[in-house]
T-cell receptor, first 117, second 109 residues
Framework: DTGVSQDPRHKITKRGQNVTFRCDPISEHNRLYWYRQTLGQGPEFLTYFQNEAQLEKSRLLSDRFSAERPKGSFSTLEIQRTEQGDSAMYLC???????????????FGAGSRLTVL | GQNIDQPTEMTATEGAIVQINCTYQTSGFNGLFWYQQHAGEAPTFLSYNVLDGLEEKGRFSSFLSRSKGYSYLLLKELQMKDSASYLCAVMDSNYQLIWGAGTKLIIKP
């Protein structure tokens, strides 16, 4: 297993364009998270899946953002009509658990860096 | 509101010891995590504390005091490769991770 994979690693786009990021979690992990991180800040929660179900979505997430996890495997995060404020590193993380406990260790991917011009 | 505080930046010397503090105010507590993040790379898990006390793992140790809302990460025998950001995160009552902004640690020869 090569860990959590994210693609593309870098994306430069013009304002108003749509972008899509893909995340392939560790195969036996049933939970998948999307975070956004800007320079000098910690990760900011965007959304979370358990298997194929999207269980939580940040209130900060506008309706331009949508995420899917068909068949409970890989996930995609789409940003429509991008804005300059969307420029950030988009991190995907996965974990395994049957029920929630505190010891829910996340394994992160290397991230997809988005630059909106 | 929920808040995690850690110093923005610290500098230490190769071979020395450094302590990175984290204080938190969250709605509930289900454990505290420390992650290491090298520039441009993914955060990687270092430690998890849910009970008071010190957890030692090689050169790294993490301490927790729930009554004080306080944790620290202790790094011994510092190496140049320890130059990174160290992120403190608390799992709240909804099992959501609340993240600090990270402490950038600079190691000098």
């Amino acid at each position: 297993d090569t860990g959590v994979s994210q693609d593309p690693r870098h994306k430069i786009t013009k304002r108003g364009q749509n972008v899509t990021f893909r995340c392939d979690p560790i195969s036996e992990h049933n939970r998948l998270y999307w975070y956004r991180q800007t320079l000098g800040q910690g990760p900011e929660f965007l959304t979370y899946f358990q298997n194929e179900a999207q269980l939580e979505k940040s209130r900060l997430l506008s309706d331009r953002f949508s995420a899917e996890r068909p068949k409970g495997s890989f996930s995609t995060l789409e940003i429509q009509r991008t804005e300059q404020g969307d420029s950030a590193m988009y991190l995907c993380a996965s974990s395994f658990g049957e029920s929630f406990s505190g010891a829910n260790v996340l394994t992160f991917g290397a991230g997809s860096r988005l630059t909106v011009l | 509101g929920q808040n995690i505080d850690q110093p923005t930046e610290m500098t230490a010397t190769e071979g020395a010891i450094v302590q990175i503090n984290c204080t938190y105010q969250t709605s509930g507590f289900n454990g505290l995590f420390w992650y290491q993040q090298h520039a441009g790379e993914a955060p990687t898990f270092l430690s998890y504390n849910v009970l008071d006390g010190l957890e030692e793992k090689g050169r790294f140790s993490s301490f927790l005091s729930r009554s004080k809302g306080y944790s620290y990460l202790l790094l011994k025998e510092l190496q140049m490769k320890d130059s990174a950001s160290y992120l403190c995160a608390v799992m709240d009552s909804n099992y959501q991770l609340i993240w600090g902004a990270g402490t950038k640690l600079i190691i000098k020869p």
